[in-house]
């Protein structure tokens, strides 16, 4: 019995020894550094889809986990180059000089909406951007837009010549070329900071779209706002994952991927941003804000001060080797009929 004893402590010892000597075969993970709130649909909807694609897709060898890091939602692009990040997605406009030719999703009269803009703005990348490499050191991994940006403030204008003097929240890109014009003075500040610098007085109002009077509550600091029917322009965001990550992963768990991203993922966040932008309007709506649909005197006015911006961009891009003139007229031609689906 004692013999027995030891026999079996020993095959107990030698099997903890084999178990904690064996090779531990953990699944893959994809930690994606994310701003805005938790229950904002980049969040909430698309983010953790695309994680359920990815996993489908790799028969769960790769998940997805969103993390929220802080800070300045500039600094995303740099630590998923730096390997602190495998993906985040962030803002074109908060690299100025950087990213020139995503500007041209961003221009007055796109039509089609987010989902259309989106879908146009993939597709163009491909066929026409790509070649100017200017996502040089990350891999692509998706291109969208927000919804229509309109105008939000804490008081009402009757014109546009009102906004001359006005401090307003102004994200980059297009936005700033549009506050130029309207002779506003521009408050820099990130998205999630927005609340508190209206609530501060710090600005009176923002150029956002729709869905953030929800999600970042501008409902309650901005009760008023100046709906155009496209939009007075369109935000151009990025998905992008780390270079040396995706070398490392198997051959097969790449390109499923990468099979679930690209134009597959960018409808995905222009259809989700796109509807949260009618929820948002209807929201505040039913909060009591005022929600004023551009007069046709108001639409006058913007096309006054924007008629010189396709000309403008062109004449920006004209050093890139890419026919930025051919790819505007596809971008929007793209944009509407995808739109109108």
């Known amino acids: 019995m004692k013999n027995l004893k030891k026999l079996m402590l020993s095959f107990a010892i030698a099997s903890a020894a084999l178990a904690a000597s064996a090779p531990t075969w953990a699944e893959t993970t994809i930690r994606v550094g994310s701003w805005l709130p938790p229950a904002h649909t980049m969040n909430a909807d698309v983010l953790p889809t695309w994680g359920k694609w990815i996993e489908e897709a790799t028969e769960g060898r790769v998940k997805l986990k969103i993390e929220y890091p802080g800070g300045d939602p500039k600094a995303l692009l740099d630590q998923v180059q730096d390997g602190a990040y495998e993906a985040a997605w962030t803002f074109h406009g908060y690299y100025p000089g950087r990213f020139k030719l995503t500007k041209m999703v961003e221009l007055p009269g796109i039509e089609g909406g987010a989902k259309g803009a989106s879908i146009a703005h993939w597709r163009i990348h491909e066929k026409y951007l790509s070649k100017a490499k200017e996502h040089e050191g990350v891999v692509l991994a998706g291109l969208f837009t927000h919804g229509p940006g309109q105008i939000h403030l804490a008081k009402p204008i009757e014109k546009l010549a009102d906004m001359k003097g006005k401090k307003i929240r102004i994200g980059g890109g297009v936005q700033a070329d549009i506050g130029k014009a309207m002779g506003v003075e521009g408050v820099a500040a990130p998205g999630s900071k927005v609340y508190e610098i209206l609530a501060q007085g710090v600005a009176d109002g923002a150029f956002m779209p729709m869905g953030e009077k929800k999600t970042l509550r501008l409902k309650e600091v901005a009760p008023f706002s100046i709906k155009f029917p496209n939009g007075m322009y369109l935000g151009s965001f990025m998905v992008i994952l780390n270079q040396e990550f995706m070398d490392k992963l198997d051959a097969k768990d790449r390109e499923a991927i990468m099979k679930v991203s690209g134009e597959k993922l ?76």
């Open 266 to 341: 960018s409808a995905l966040a222009g259809e989700k941003w796109g509807i949260e932008a009618e929820e948002g309007e209807k929201d505040a709506a039913a909060a009591g804000n005022t929600i004023q649909v551009a007069s046709p005197e108001i639409l006058a006015e913007f096309a006054e001060m924007t008629k010189d911006f396709d000309k403008n961009f062109l004449e920006s891009v004209k050093d890139s080797g890419v026919d930025a003139e051919a790819a505007l007229k596809e971008m929007r031609e793209i944009a509407k009929a995808e739109g109108s689906k």
